[in-house]
Nanobody
């Protein structure tokens, strides 16, 4: 497995979770690393992205202020700290890599995907 996502689970409203995505492939400073999510019956949607080299990040409006994306370059690992979780955050979360560095929210711009980790927020 080239991208291994983990950290999902069942939590209550207002709880926190930290997702991890360990990469066994080479990642370059220009690579954009992203998190997406897909709820049942819905399309995959962008959550957050970060450029490996600069650490510049960007968030969807739905998670801004609650989620934090980060990376540990030495460990080749991407993280998503999720706070103040809501029922609408329930989804399978995927990490992905965009080697072209397009800095896009479109899933089609990302060439490599992890297998997903499920997050369920119960009210």
């Amino acid at each position: 497995v080239q991208l291994q996502a983990s950290g999902g689970g069942l939590v209550q409203v207002g709880d926190s979770l930290r997702l991890s995505c360990a990469a066994s492939v080479r990642i370059y400073s220009s690579t954009v690393m992203g998190w997406f999510r897909q709820a049942p019956g819905k399309e995959r949607e962008f959550v957050a992205r970060i450029r490996r080299g600069s650490g510049t990040s960007y968030y969807s409006d739905s998670v801004k202020g609650r989620f934090t994306i980060s990376r540990d370059n030495a460990k080749n690992t991407l993280y998503l700290q999720m706070n103040s979780l809501k029922p609408e955050d329930t989804a399978v979360y995927f990490c992905a890599l965009d080697y072209q560095g397009a800095w896009s929210s479109r899933p089609s711009e990302y060439e490599m995907w992890g297998q997903g980790t499920e997050v369920t927020v119960s009210s």
